[in-house]
């Protein structure tokens, strides 16, 4: 059937596709003084990003899972907003979500 032999240069390409643009920043960036601004604009991104995600999860969901989807992104909002923490608040929306749609 399919052997990892023949896939392994594609697993390796991908790897270092992935990898190559969180590198390259830190090793031209390591070295150099950020300006405060920058910092405070960089701090946002991840929130940003979450926000994209959540925001497309939502208006591309199908009609089944419209509850399940907006029960996890209520929770994700509210622990986010009462703990300020990204992962926590991630991992409880998914959470959140799993327990509707298996219950």
Same mark, same amino acid.
């Given at each position: 059937?399919?052997?990892?032999?023949?896939?392994?240069?594609?697993?390796?390409?991908?790897? !270092?596709?992935?990898?190559?643009?969180?590198? $390259?920043?830190?090793? +031209?960036?390591?070295?150099?003084?950020?300006?405060?601004?920058?910092?405070?604009?960089?701090?946002?991104?991840?929130? *940003?990003?979450?926000?994209?995600?959540? $925001?497309?999860?939502?208006?591309?969901?199908?009609?089944?899972?419209?509850?399940?989807?907006? $029960?996890?992104?209520?929770?994700? *909002? !509210?622990? *986010?907003?009462?703990?300020?923490?990204?992962? !926590?608040?991630? +991992?409880?929306?998914? +959470? *959140?979500? +799993?327990?509707?749609?298996?219950?």
């Amino acid at each position: 059937m399919y052997k990892l032999e023949n896939y392994l240069h594609l697993i390796l390409g991908m790897s !270092l596709v992935t990898y190559l643009p969180r590198l $390259v920043p830190l090793l +031209f960036l390591s070295k150099k003084e950020l300006s405060d601004n920058l910092k405070q604009f960089l701090q946002y991104i991840p929130y *940003a990003s979450l926000s994209i995600l959540i $925001v497309r999860g939502i208006l591309t969901s199908p009609k089944e899972m419209i509850i399940p989807t907006i $029960v996890g992104v209520t929770v994700a *909002a !509210l622990i *986010a907003y009462r703990k300020s923490s990204l992962v !926590l608040s991630v +991992f409880m929306g998914i +959470f *959140a979500s +799993f327990l509707i749609i298996n219950i």
